[in-house]
């Protein structure tokens, strides 16, 4: 294994770790799942280091990365996550929401609210509003319109 390989793969670990554990954490609502789901990425990034052509485009690929295992975890698992199109439930738990808009992002009631959400809303919703994606960068990333990241 080339020294500058595992250079690599150690500083994408360093730099993307906490971001995909976030992300994924926020997928889940399951810290053990989200730790599971951030190794699984970075074992598949190890064996598929050598097909990454650009290193500045490291970020969109681990996320890419990260959400394939997100889609195998629901395809494979009995638990499926289903959206409710009860507005009142969303309502109840966002009342609830912190005081101080600084514990908003670590805070359950986040998580409560993001449960309620279908994966095809909560994905592009995490990507621009907790992980900072531009809409066009999401869109880009997810393959879906940038209309419908909009929406």
Known sequence: MPDSSRSQYESWVNQWAPTLYRLALRLSGKRELAEDLLQ??????????DRLSDPAK???WLFQILRNRWSH????????????HDQDALA??????????????ESDFVQRALDQLD????????????????????????K????????
Request: aromatic letters at 6%.
């Open 40 to 49: 699984e990425t970075f074992t598949e990034a190890w064996k598929a280091r």
């Open 58 to 60: 490291a970020r969109a």
């Open 73 to 84: 975890h629901l395809r494979d698992s009995s638990r499926r996550l289903r959206p409710s």
């Open 92 to 105: 109840r738990v966002g009342s609830r929401a912190p005081a101080h808009p600084e514990v908003l992002a």
């Open 119 to 142: 994966d095809d809303v909560k994905l592009p919703f995490l990507c621009v509003v907790m992980e900072g994606y531009s809409c066009q960068e999401t869109a880009d990333l997810l």
């Open 144 to 151: 879906i319109p940038l209309g419908t990241v909009l929406s």
